[in-house]
């Protein structure tokens, strides 16, 4: 089964910025999807970080909201996360997925935000 390719994870200092991008494989058009991203840090349970629907209407988690921004291309079937102003809670490994955890988890991408 196939399943997302997230990538432009890294490590980063307090108050920097990084642009994650996740391309979905296969004949499956995002543009059906409600969308997500994830992350998961060590210790704790993968948790929802933002989702956009069909209509671009998105949401965010109280922790990231006003920080982050999710968006995506549906001609290139990538879903992007803008992250600004990370700070260290910020670290995770990040996924994503659509809203219901319909596809097999990839492998993510490791954030370390870190002075």
């Known amino acids: 089964q196939v399943h997302p390719v997230e990538s432009g994870g890294g490590l980063v200092q307090p108050g920097g910025s990084l642009r994650l991008s996740c391309v979905v494989p296969?004949?499956?058009?995002?543009?059906?999807?409600?969308m997500a991203w994830y992350r998961q840090a060590p210790g704790k349970q993968r948790e929802l970080v933002a989702s956009?629907?069909?209509?671009?209407?998105?949401e965010y988690a109280y922790s990231v909201k006003g920080r982050f921004t999710i968006d995506r291309d549906s001609a290139k079937k990538t879903l992007y996360l803008q992250m600004n102003g990370l700070e260290p809670v910020d670290t995770a490994v990040y996924y994503c997925?659509?809203?219901?955890?319909?596809?097999?988890w990839g492998q993510g991408t490791q954030v370390t935000v870190s002075s």
């Open positions: 997925n659509t809203i219901t955890s319909d596809w097999p």
């Open positions: 296969g004949n499956i058009n995002i543009l059906s999807k409600v």
């Open positions: 956009i629907t069909i209509f671009r209407e998105t």
